[in-house]
């Protein structure tokens, strides 16, 4: 079947530092791809999408590239934080399936 | 706050029970996602409601069925629990029929013992 997956299960960067949360999926079908953070005992939390016709979308401190021709999404993160510390999810969005979540990456945050 | 309401936080229960979680939706949101996150199965889309009516299914079992009500909150059915239904039960609301922004609630942790 289609899946969403992330290359990494841990992310360990300075604080300050750039963040690049990588992932790869196979369903080149999907209308748009998300990312979704999670903290912990908290429920995901909708960071920023981008559409499948695009190849470069910026938010506040988070850009996500999309390359359709090797099928990799990735979310960067600008002078990480303390608060950016979660599990980072990417998934794909086909509409009438709802959301396919990958499995997650755990970004920790070095003082 | 994500203005979705999911209760109870916590239920522990016996194999081969039956339980209702219950989802209200952030205010004026039409769907309502039911998702199962898991360790080894990640987060798993169960099923969506929108304006009352079933929209879209996902990897539910046929032992656990939902509904949403008129007054748009949602319940998720679980029944003949077995010990492999121990999860995070998270519900979702949005605005739109289809929407990759969705909302949502802290979940019911579930324990099937």
């Known amino acids: 079947g289609e899946s969403v997956g992330l290359h990494l299960p841990t992310l360990s960067v300075q604080e300050g530092d750039n963040s690049i949360i990588n992932c790869a999926y196979s369903n080149s079908a999907s209308d748009y791809f998300i990312w979704y953070k999670q903290e912990s005992g908290k429920g995901p939390q909708f960071i920023i999408d981008?559409?499948?016709?695009?190849d470069k979308r910026q938010g506040q401190r988070v850009t996500v590239l999309l390359n359709k021709t090797v099928k990799h999404l990735s979310l960067q993160i600008a002078a990480t934080q303390p608060g950016d510390s979660a599990v980072y999810f990417c998934?794909?969005?086909?509409?009438?399936?709802?959301?396919?979540f990958g499995k997650g990456t755990h970004l920790i945050i070095q003082p | 706050d994500s203005g979705v309401t999911q209760t109870p936080k916590h239920l522990i229960t016996a194999t081969g029970q039956r339980v209702t979680l219950r989802c209200s939706p952030r205010s004026g949101d039409l769907s309502v996602y039911w998702y199962q996150q898991s360790l080894d199965q990640g987060l798993q889309f169960l099923i969506q409601?929108?304006?009352?009516?079933?929209?879209a299914k996902g990897n539910i079992l046929e032992r656990f069925s939902a509904q949403q009500f008129p007054d748009l909150h949602s319940e998720l059915n679980l029944s003949s629990l077995e010990l492999g239904d121990s999860a995070l039960y998270f519900c979702?609301?949005?605005?739109?029929?289809?929407?990759?922004?969705?909302?949502f609630g802290q979940g019911t942790r579930l324990t099937v013992v």
């Open positions: 998934a794909e969005y086909g509409g009438a399936d709802g959301l396919t």
């Open positions: 409601y929108y304006n009352g009516e079933e929209r």
């Open positions: 981008i559409r499948s016709n695009m």
């Open positions: 979702a609301s949005s605005g739109q029929v289809y929407n990759t922004e969705a909302f």
